[in-house]
């Protein structure tokens, strides 16, 4: 382990994440240390990141969730201070953080992703719904963790209004997205693989926040019980959505599998969580590696640039 120097673990910020990122970076920081690396936490709200380069930090696990930490902001900061760092660099973070942006990337490349619109205070909701139909999403176009996301299932008393104004105290970009029905699935990759797929099971289908962090009723499923040749064309469908967006190292892919066997991605997060409710640490077990050999091989892929 003496190939990393001193490594800070990035955690914290200033995001709406930072619980989850403090849950995610103290897992990783114990998982580092079990393996000898010279691990220690940073929380860059608390501290300059000039004090990376002051303490001879030589590497950096981003454990960052959100804004500053996953939209390119902390990784041009990184790589101004020449200090190489996890996961994928400025232009795929920051494009992969828009998910608007990325649906145009998708969509321009012939990469399924649900049919949407753009919305704001004057937005004719009816319009909408005759373009998209009920049940439909409205979310903030720059968060993460369902931060700020609504299901609607009937507009009755001006419900698709108040999910755009709930959505919009986090951004001043919103999203309408159509609802797909279907099996909700996750598609990790770790360096130039795709990881076994992971089908989740939440009440109700209502896969929040809570559900995410916190519920032991959520139910995940590795392997995900696909017919194998449709296991493998996800994989390998993820793994092009991932590229194409310019995303390298590691990340996870969100996406829905249709009754009919089409599916269509949702959206790719390049700091995915590390917490004991985690995916990509669930899929990684299955393809036999243990949540500390995947900080590890994590970590050795840090680059700049």
């Not at 998982?31 to 950096?60: I, T």
């Not at 009755?156 to 029905?181: S, T």
């Not at 499923?221 to 590229?243: D, M, W």
């Not at 299955?286 to 900080?295: K, N, R, T, V, W």
Request: hydrophobic share 40%; glycine share 12%.
């Amino acid at each position: 382990m003496k190939e990393f120097g001193k490594v800070a673990v990035l955690m914290g910020g200033p995001s709406s994440e930072r619980e989850i990122s403090f849950l995610s970076g103290n897992a990783v920081l114990g998982a580092l240390r079990e393996k000898g690396v010279d691990a220690h936490a940073f929380d860059p709200r608390e501290r300059s990141l000039f004090d990376l380069r002051r303490d001879g930090y030589d590497r950096v696990f981003i454990a960052l969730h959100g804004r500053f930490g996953e939209d390119g902001t902390v990784q041009g900061a990184l790589e101004t201070l020449g200090i190489p760092y996890t996961g994928s660099g400025v232009m795929a973070s920051a494009l992969a953080m828009d998910k608007w942006r990325t649906k145009l990337v998708w969509l321009a490349s012939g990469i399924a992703t649900p049919r949407y619109r753009m919305v704001d205070a004057t937005t004719d909701w009816a319009g909408v719904i005759a373009e998209l139909g009920l049940p439909l999403i409205v979310k903030p176009v720059r968060e993460g963790s369902t931060i700020g996301l609504t299901r609607v299932d009937a507009d009755a008393g001006g419900e698709l209004a108040r999910a755009y104004a709930a959505a919009a105290q986090y951004d001043d970009l919103v999203m309408a997205e159509e609802f797909v029905a279907g099996t909700e699935l996750t598609a990790s990759i770790l360096g130039e693989r795709a990881l076994p797929l992971i089908r989740i099971d939440a009440p109700q289908g209502n896969y929040d926040y809570h559900h995410k962090y916190f519920s032991n009723e959520t139910r995940y499923y590795c392997p995900a019980g696909l017919p194998e040749e449709k296991e493998r064309e996800i994989r390998q469908a993820a793994l092009a959505a991932f590229r194409i967006v310019g995303c390298s190292g590691w990340g996870r892919l969100d996406l829905m599998l249709r009754p009919d066997g089409s599916f269509s991605f949702l959206e790719v997060n390049t700091s995915p969580g590390m917490t004991g409710h985690s995916l990509v640490p669930m899929a990684a077990k299955e393809a036999g590696m243990s949540f500390a050999d995947l900080c590890v091989e994590i970590l050795r892929g840090a680059h700049v640039g």
